[in-house]
C-alpha cells in the first residue's frame, strides 16, 4: 500500500501524494482512438508513440481502453481485420484531474492496472493518462534535491514562534467546516492546515503527520457523513485534532480500524475513494488517537501528534 509503516519514516514522498492533485502529474493530450479503426492499425500507433495502451474515444467521450494485450491477442486469433470496439474494454475505472495522487496509487495497487484515463469531474471529457511513471516523475520534479535541503535550512533559520510567545498558556485553535459528498472541495480543509502549521514554523516531519492524518480524517467526513467540522488545537507540547459529523455513526469502531475493511457504495469507490486505509493512516501517523461512535449520533474522531521527542529532520 502506500507504505505508512512508522510515524517517524514518513517521508516526503508520502506527503506529495496527499498534496499533488492527479492533473499536475498526468500525460495531457494522450494518443487515443476510435472505435472503427481495425486493429492491424493499432502496430504501428503503439510503436511509434511507445505506449502499451490508449484510450478509444467516441465524439470526444470515452468509450473504451484498448491495449497491446488486445492486439496481441487478435494477432495470434487472425482477427486483426476486426475493428477495437469489438476487442476494447468497456468496463473502464476512471480518475478525475482534480483528485489527489493518493487516489490514484490506491488504485494503482488495488487494479494492478498499468494505466487510468483521466476525466474532468464537471464535462466528462477525457483530459489525460495516468500511469505510475507519471506519478513518479511528478513527485520526483516537486521534490528536487535543493527543495528538501531548502525545507530544512527555513526550519532551522525560523523561530518556533511558541518558543517566544510569553503567556502562562499559549494555545492556537483553527476550525474548519467540511461538507460532505463535495469532491470538488475535498481535502480542503487539510491543506490549509498544513498551510498554517509551516507559518508557525512547526518540524517538517510533524507537519506531514499532521497534514496526512487531517486529510484521511476529512475525506472519511466527505465519503460518509452530510459534513461536519474539524477543530484543531496548537500547544507548546503537542497538536491536537478533533473531528465531529452527525452521520450514521460506525457500528464496530473495531472492525472500522481494519485496513481494508470499507463500507462505501459503489458509487464512491468508482471514483477511487473509500479503500479503508483512512483510520488505519490516522494511527500510523498519530501518537495518540481515539475513536467514539453512537448509531444515529455521529462520530468524534481525536488524534495528537507530540511536538517534541521525535526526530524532526525527515
Same mark, same amino acid.
Given at each position: 500500500?502506500?507504505?505508512?509503516?512508522?510515524?517517524?519514516?514518513?517521508?516526503?514522498?508520502?506527503?506529495?501524494?496527499?498534496?499533488?492533485?492527479?492533473?499536475?502529474?498526468?500525460?495531457?493530450?494522450?494518443?487515443?482512438?476510435?472505435?472503427?479503426?481495425?486493429?492491424?492499425?493499432?502496430?504501428?500507433?503503439?510503436?511509434?508513440?511507445?505506449?502499451?495502451?490508449?484510450?478509444?474515444? /467516441? !465524439?470526444? &467521450? =470515452? @468509450?473504451?481502453? #484498448?491495449?497491446?494485450?488486445?492486439?496481441?491477442?487478435?494477432?495470434?486469433?487472425?482477427?486483426? +481485420?476486426?475493428?477495437?470496439?469489438?476487442?476494447?474494454?468497456?468496463?473502464?475505472?476512471?480518475?478525475? /484531474? !482534480?483528485? &489527489? =495522487? @493518493?487516489?490514484? #496509487?490506491?488504485?494503482?495497487?488495488?487494479?494492478?492496472?498499468?494505466?487510468?484515463?483521466?476525466? +474532468?469531474?464537471?464535462?466528462?471529457?477525457?483530459?489525460?493518462?495516468?500511469?505510475?511513471g507519471d506519478i513518479l516523475r511528478g513527485v520526483a520534479k516537486k521534490l528536487e534535491v535543493e527543495f528538501h535541503r531548502a525545507e530544512k535550512k527555513r526550519y532551522k533559520n525560523k523561530m518556533h514562534i511558541l518558543d517566544h510567545v510569553q503567556a502562562d498558556e499559549t494555545r492556537f485553535t483553527f476550525q474548519y467546516h467540511i461538507v460532505g459528498n463535495d469532491f470538488n472541495r475535498a481535502g480542503e480543509a487539510a491543506g490549509n492546515l498544513k498551510k498554517n502549521l509551516k507559518r508557525l514554523g512547526l518540524p517538517p516531519e510533524i507537519?506531514?503527520?499532521?497534514?496526512?492524518?487531517?486529510?484521511?480524517?476529512?475525506?472519511?467526513?466527505?465519503?460518509?457523513?452530510?459534513?461536519?467540522?474539524?477543530?484543531?488545537?496548537?500547544?507548546?507540547?503537542?497538536?491536537?485534532?478533533?473531528?465531529?459529523?452527525?452521520?450514521?455513526?460506525?457500528?464496530?469502531?473495531?472492525?472500522?480500524?481494519?485496513?481494508?475493511?470499507?463500507?462505501?457504495?459503489?458509487?464512491?469507490?468508482?471514483?477511487?475513494?473509500?479503500?479503508?486505509?483512512?483510520?488505519?493512516?490516522?494511527?500510523?501517523?498519530?501518537?495518540?488517537?481515539?475513536?467514539?461512535?453512537?448509531?444515529?449520533?455521529?462520530?468524534?474522531?481525536?488524534?495528537?501528534?507530540?511536538?517534541?521527542?521525535?526526530?524532526?529532520?525527515?
Amino acid at each position: 500500500m502506500l507504505a505508512m509503516a512508522q510515524k517517524e519514516e514518513l517521508t516526503k514522498q508520502q506527503e506529495l501524494i496527499y498534496e499533488m492533485r492527479i492533473g499536475l502529474v498526468m500525460t495531457k493530450n494522450p494518443v487515443s482512438v476510435a472505435p472503427e479503426m481495425q486493429m492491424s492499425k493499432l502496430r504501428e500507433i503503439l510503436q511509434t508513440k511507445r505506449i502499451s495502451g490508449m484510450p478509444v474515444l /467516441e !465524439n470526444g &467521450f =470515452l @468509450v473504451g481502453m #484498448v491495449s497491446l494485450e488486445d492486439f496481441i491477442e487478435c494477432l495470434t486469433s487472425d482477427a486483426m +481485420n476486426d475493428s477495437v470496439a469489438k476487442h476494447m474494454s468497456t468496463d473502464v475505472i476512471t480518475l478525475f /484531474e !482534480n483528485d &489527489f =495522487l @493518493v487516489t490514484a #496509487v490506491r488504485e494503482f495497487e488495488r487494479t494492478g492496472f498499468g494505466r487510468f484515463p483521466v476525466l +474532468n469531474r464537471e464535462t466528462g471529457e477525457l483530459v489525460g493518462i495516468l500511469t505510475k511513471g507519471d506519478i513518479l516523475r511528478g513527485v520526483a520534479k516537486k521534490l528536487e534535491v535543493e527543495f528538501h535541503r531548502a525545507e530544512k535550512k527555513r526550519y532551522k533559520n525560523k523561530m518556533h514562534i511558541l518558543d517566544h510567545v510569553q503567556a502562562d498558556e499559549t494555545r492556537f485553535t483553527f476550525q474548519y467546516h467540511i461538507v460532505g459528498n463535495d469532491f470538488n472541495r475535498a481535502g480542503e480543509a487539510a491543506g490549509n492546515l498544513k498551510k498554517n502549521l509551516k507559518r508557525l514554523g512547526l518540524p517538517p516531519e510533524i507537519i506531514r503527520r499532521v497534514a496526512i492524518a487531517s486529510y484521511e480524517a476529512e475525506m472519511n467526513l466527505v465519503i460518509y457523513t452530510s459534513g461536519g467540522y474539524m477543530t484543531v488545537r496548537i500547544s507548546p507540547e503537542m497538536i491536537t485534532v478533533n473531528v465531529f459529523d452527525n452521520g450514521p455513526g460506525i457500528p464496530d469502531v473495531n472492525q472500522a480500524m481494519q485496513e481494508g475493511y470499507s463500507t462505501a457504495e459503489n458509487r464512491i469507490r468508482d471514483l477511487g475513494f473509500g479503500a479503508g486505509m483512512g483510520l488505519p493512516n490516522i494511527k500510523k501517523c498519530s501518537d495518540e488517537m481515539l475513536l467514539r461512535s453512537k448509531i444515529g449520533k455521529g462520530t468524534n474522531l481525536r488524534f495528537s501528534v507530540k511536538l517534541y521527542g521525535k526526530n524532526d529532520d525527515n
